[in-house]
């Protein structure tokens, strides 16, 4: 786990603000994917990434969330206009190619968690 | 992806075995069964895959029943750092559209000193 880097680790957010959480995948890894865990529930899927594409989005809010992946840098995702339903563990996870399950070939990072006020 | 049923919670003594209870009723025949799971505030962490034959690595074993319908996790030897969320997911492996998992609601197992 300690090769997914995601920060910040913890994230406040006025209502109304914007929330961007970044996620460095490992070393060599070319494809990410972002999960919500809202309080006392499971993960659930929002965006699945590779470099400079998405291929699916079929989890993500239809507003105010976006992500990217950039051909350098990290993958970011950006909440718009934070509600208090936001809030919540956001967990990125990275595989070196697509048809890898995400066994022993992915791993999570530690998760941001958001807070809005 | 087929749905699994797990309990919400288990307890378990340290030292002795955890094992884990999965229902997948629905799995077809190109679907694996997969264990992750959560230390509190963690990112998910993988444990072991598994088609039909029953699989062992360092961290578990899996045994699936022969008609696949269900599956145990086993921990053999349980210690206080595997009180966890355990989840059991069933998918395809290797599908084009990504290798994104539904996580369900898991088992809280607690091992108790």
């Known amino acids: 786990n300690a090769g997914v880097m995601q920060n910040p680790r913890h994230l406040v957010r006025r209502r109304g603000q914007e929330a961007r959480l970044r996620c460095s995948p490992m070393?060599?890894?070319?494809?990410v994917y972002w999960y919500r865990q809202l309080p006392e529930e499971g993960l659930k899927f929002m965006v699945y990434?590779?470099?400079?594409?998405?291929?699916?989005e079929s989890g993500m809010p239809k507003e105010r969330f976006s992500a990217e992946f950039p051909k350098e840098g990290p993958s970011i995702l950006r909440i718009q206009q934070v509600v208090r339903g936001d809030s919540a563990a956001y967990f990125c996870?990275?595989?070196?190619?697509?048809?890898?399950?995400?066994?022993?070939?992915?791993?999570f990072g530690q998760g941001t968690r958001l807070t809005v006020v | 992806d087929a749905k699994t049923t797990q309990p919400p919670s288990m307890d378990c003594a340290e030292g002795r075995a955890a094992n884990l209870p999965c229902n997948h009723s629905?799995?077809?025949?190109?679907?694996?069964v997969y264990w992750y799971r959560q230390i509190h505030s963690q990112g998910p962490q993988y444990i072991i895959h598994?088609?039909?034959n029953n699989e062992t690595n360092e961290m578990a074993s899996l045994i699936i029943t022969e008609d696949r319908k269900s599956s145990t996790l086993i921990l053999p030897h349980a210690t206080l750092r595997d009180t966890a969320v355990y989840y059991c997911?069933?998918?395809?492996?290797?599908?084009?559209?990504?290798?994104?998992?539904?996580f369900g609601e898991g088992t809280q197992l607690t091992v108790n000193p």
């Open positions: 990434l590779q470099k400079e594409n998405i291929i699916d």
């Open positions: 629905t799995i077809s025949g190109n679907e694996y």
């Open positions: 598994g088609l039909k």
């Open positions: 070393k060599g890894h070319s494809h």
């Open positions: 997911i069933v998918r395809v492996r290797g599908e084009t559209s990504g290798s994104r998992l539904t």
């Open positions: 996870a990275s595989s070196p190619r697509d048809r890898a399950m995400l066994d022993t070939e992915a791993f």
